[in-house]
């Protein structure tokens, strides 16, 4: 199995986040990305959502007139809470650290 590349994680947690939110098709979901600053096309969004649905973090159902849609399980949101909280740990360990400048005795 390869290891995700940090594009590909994060691309999984705004998909994950977006189909929590509300129900979506690929090509909602690449606008939202393009919204958020990341620039994925359909070609390479496929294989993000195709290791989603195996993971059983989303499924996929075919809705007339909108084509796929992608909705979010419980195993995504147990996903995505464990992801958000590694950004939470993240984020309260960034506020423990020294601003720049702070930290030498010397002043600097």
Known sequence: MKTPTLDRFVSRLYILKFVKARPATVLNLVDRLREHGIDKNIRSL????????????????????????????????AELDRYLAHLDILQSERGNEPSPGQGREDGG
Request: charged share 25%; hydrophobic share 40%; aromatic share 4%.
């Open 46 to 77: 496929r294989p993000i959502l195709r290791s989603l649905m195996i993971a059983r973090a989303i499924t996929a159902e075919l809705v007339e007139g909108s084509g796929r849609v992608y909705c979010i399980t419980e195993q995504g949101r």
